[in-house]
């Protein structure tokens, strides 16, 4: 039932991030929409988890498709639960700052809460013990291996969250230290003059001022997505040396002709959040795939 836990929670990663709009907050027609897609991506998932069972039986059939409807209630529950905080927070809280961590609480707090129904729901349903902090203990500790199949289901967890968990987690942090949308940009370009019957050309560097209408925050979030990739390959090939240089060369071709400093350090925050949880992750997988950690 390891298994069954590990591809629900791929379920809620897929229904809860790519296939519905990236926003906190659901209309009551998004809602029932949203638990539909979830209810719809877990039966996929666990007809595939029937299919990899070498006996199925009607009791397997019928304790699935509980544990689906029970896990697909308990999220419907916990959503509009958490309509009524974002609400209670955006009436009462005028500190931008302190609704930022309010915010980004209830984010973690959405999270963690729906895959502990999960686990919980399996547990309760097929009468399991899954002993979620024992065995992460003893998988951090090298006393446990796991199959290959576990070993998948993980590694596609990890890549999930690197890019959908962390970049919404980044972008709802960036969003309140967002500075102002007009760009300060140093361009240098070439002037012609005429000196008698020659004309000569010469290099001048200028300020161009422009204003972003909109930033490209789904290129954005497959871009840092790809980049926490990188992070994470290099830090199971345990390379810090090349997440290092990988780090420079980002700061310098993201901000390096910006003269205005809020967006320097608008980048760098993003930038460190994104790759502490980069590096956590890249080594969190050395241990699911039972590789020894040398710094």
């Known amino acids: ?147 290959f199949s576990s070993q998948l289901l993980l590694t596609i967890i990890v890549l999930l969250m690197s890019i959908f968990v962390v970049g919404n987690l980044n972008k709802l942090i960036l969003g309140y230290f967002e500075p102002d949308r007009e760009i300060v940009e140093k361009v240098e370009v070439e002037e012609t003059r005429a000196v008698g019957d020659f004309s000569e050309i010469e290099r001048v560097v200028t300020n161009r001022v422009f204003t972003v209408e909109e930033f490209p925050t789904k290129s954005g979030l497959w871009i840092g997505g790809f980049e926490r990739s990188i992070v994470m390959m290099c830090c199971f090939a345990n390379n810090l040396i090349a997440v290092a240089i990988f780090a420079c060369f980002k700061m310098l071709a993201r901000f390096r002709q910006f003269e205005d400093k809020s967006y320097g350090d608008y980048y760098l925050l993003g930038n460190l959040i994104s790759f502490a949880c980069a590096i956590f992750l890249g080594y969190f997988l050395k241990f699911v795939w039972g590789f020894e950690i040398n710094f």
């Not at 304790?63 to 916990?78: N, T």
Request: net charge negative.
């Open 1 to 147: 039932m390891g298994n069954l836990v590990l591809a629900f929670i791929i379920g809620h990663l897929l229904a809860d991030f790519p296939f519905q709009k990236n926003q906190l907050k659901l209309t009551r027609k998004q809602m029932v929409g949203h638990i539909f897609i979830h209810f719809c991506v877990y039966l996929v998932l666990g007809i595939a988890y029937l299919l990899y069972l070498p006996e199925v039986t009607s009791e397997i059939i019928l304790k699935l498709v509980y544990v689906i409807l029970l896990i697909c209630f308990l999220h419907w529950v916990v959503d509009i639960g958490k309509e009524h905080v974002i609400d209670l927070i955006d009436e009462k809280e005028e500190d931008l700052h302190l609704e930022m961590i309010y915010q980004v609480g209830v984010f973690l707090l959405d999270q963690v809460t729906h895959l502990t129904i999960i686990v919980g729901a399996i547990s309760f349903v097929f009468k399991e013990n899954f002993r979620v902090f024992q065995s992460l203990d003893l998988l951090l500790s090298g006393m446990l291996s796991l199959e």
